[in-house]
């Protein structure tokens, strides 16, 4: 199998498993797991956001480990701890447990991320890695995808859920040890290098991109069973899932329009989207098409940070990758609590609102000059 396809397919299956299940399938069992432990809105909102807040600290681990130790262990570790994370959910018998297992959880999203791009720097041609990054990055789409029909099998019986999850996880653990390069992709760096105007830029979009998505990520479990019931959640996930594959795409997306055009676009379908699942008509059909544009743009703008930030850090992908990133992760942390307690006090209407409107406000940072730096260097 050449580099492009095993790199490629066991990214895929880690990104699958650490994102859809180990940290964004939270938001759709959120309504079984607060009628078991009586969270409510501003209790569920925190403990997503810690999520995100453990996302943010491991990707920091991340990045300075694959640098130094290589992909594959870092790989593994990120396998390892959504398998004991996930399965920490399973067993949680109050909300100070949920919480800190959510946390472990979300903490191997950060650790997965880093060593796939140094994986795919070091091994995939030049002219496959953007394409072959944004394929990786997709993985979270069928994780997503996966976890609907899991949760509508299982009746919504969130622990028996998260068992099978961390059951996943550890096979993955195995996969990625086969199939990623061993030892430092890079040797001798270190540090984060400085922040250049391009990477101001893209820390300023990925913030405000990140919060504005938990609205979906965190609540939009919540909102659709208020509105449709629990087959409205399965629906829902299964819907944005399926979308998110377009984000495989956002690599020949960003070649035909442009990192300006194609980041535009995309945070307008995720504003859309946000208001249709949250505060359109409450009918089946438009939740599962607001879920399918909420996964298809979510995912294909993370592909184009992924592809602003290796190329704004020339040289040190898994650092490029996890300015991003990073900035995603903080801005969803500040944001689950907000809107959670936006839903407390202003209502489910006026929450959705103010959430889309913020989806719009990233396309203010121009990400044009990232790409002539790209190109002068190459």
């Known amino acids: 199998m050449s580099p492009e396809l095993r790199i490629g397919a066991a990214g895929f299956g880690l990104i699958a498993v650490c994102y859809g299940f180990a940290r964004f399938a939270f938001g759709m069992f959120l309504p079984q797991i607060d009628a078991d432990l009586g969270l409510g809105p501003s209790l569920s909102g925190v403990i997503s956001g810690g999520s995100f807040l453990g996302y943010c600290g491991a990707i920091l681990v991340a990045a300075w480990a694959t640098e130094r130790l290589g992909a594959r262990g870092v790989a593994m570790a990120a396998a390892a701890v959504a398998a004991v994370g996930m399965a920490g959910v399973a067993l949680a018998p109050s909300p100070l447990w949920l919480a800190a297992a959510v946390m472990l959880a979300g903490s191997?999203?950060?650790?997965?991320?880093?060593?796939?791009?140094?994986?795919?720097?070091?091994?995939?041609?030049?002219?496959?890695?953007?394409?072959?990054?944004?394929?990786?990055?997709?993985?979270?789409?069928?994780?997503?995808?996966?976890?609907?029909?899991?949760?509508?099998?299982?009746?919504?019986?969130?622990?028996?859920?998260?068992?099978?999850?961390?059951?996943?996880?550890?096979?993955?653990?195995?996969?990625?040890?086969r199939a990623l390069p061993a030892g430092p992709a890079r040797a001798g760096e270190g540090g984060l290098p400085p922040l250049s105007g391009a990477a101001q830029r893209l820390i300023g979009a990925s913030f405000m991109m990140g919060a504005a998505s938990t609205s979906l990520w965190s609540f939009g479990g919540q909102l659709a069973t208020m509105r449709l019931g629990w087959d409205g959640a399965g629906l829902l996930w299964s819907s944005i899932g399926v979308g998110g594959i377009a984000g495989a795409c956002a690599g020949a997306l960003v070649a035909r329009l442009g990192l300006n055009g194609a980041h535009r676009i995309c945070l307008a379908l995720l504003a859309a989207s946000v208001f249709v699942v949250g505060a359109g008509p409450a009918h089946p059909a438009l939740a599962a098409a607001g879920g399918a544009l909420f996964g298809a743009a979510y995912v294909t703008l993370t592909g184009i940070y992924l592809i602003w930030g290796v190329r704004a850090v020339a040289g040190r992908p898994a650092t490029g990758l996890m300015i991003g990133f990073l900035s995603i992760a903080l801005g969803q942390t500040a944001g689950a609590p907000l809107f959670g307690v936006l839903l407390d006090q202003m209502g489910t209407a006026a929450a959705v609102k103010v959430f889309a409107g913020l989806a719009l406000l990233p396309g203010a940072f121009s990400a044009e000059r990232a790409m002539r730096v790209a190109w002068h260097q190459r």
Do not use: C, E, K, Y
């Not at 997503?144 to 919504?156: E, H, K």
């Open 108 to 177: 191997s999203t950060g650790l997965a991320s880093p060593p796939m791009a140094a994986a795919v720097a070091a091994a995939v041609r030049p002219a496959l890695q953007d394409a072959t990054n944004a394929a990786i990055s997709a993985g979270t789409s069928a994780g997503v995808a996966l976890s609907g029909p899991i949760a509508l099998a299982l009746a919504g019986q969130w622990r028996l859920a998260f068992g099978v999850f961390a059951a996943v996880a550890a096979l993955l653990f195995v996969a990625t040890a």
